[in-house]
């Protein structure tokens, strides 16, 4: 058994509801939770939802990460002439 307080407001909105159902304010709370739990339950970390797209466009560089600032000095140089 669970007792729960809950705003007014929302209160009445799930007594509207339960009336518009023609069924008990505890069936639309039940309702309700187990919607949010499928939810909770489906969802992803954000690395799960990139887990295929990490390295799939890279450069073929492995020293990347390492070498940016250098990388970076030689591509200004090109374009200026430097």
């Known amino acids: 058994m669970l007792t729960v307080r809950l705003p007014e407001e929302m209160e009445r909105k799930i007594d509207k509801e339960a009336r518009y159902r023609r069924s008990t304010k505890t069936e639309v709370v039940k ?3 187990e919607l949010y739990f ?3 339950e489906r969802q992803s970390s ?3 939802l990139g887990a295929e797209l990490f390295g799939r ?3 073929g560089r492995e020293d990347n990460s390492i070498r940016y600032k250098e990388q970076l000095k030689e591509k200004i140089a090109e374009k200026t002439g430097r």
């Open 31 to 33: 309702e309700a939770l």
């Open 38 to 40: 499928n939810r909770e």
């Open 46 to 48: 954000p690395f799960e």
């Open 57 to 59: 466009f890279g450069s």
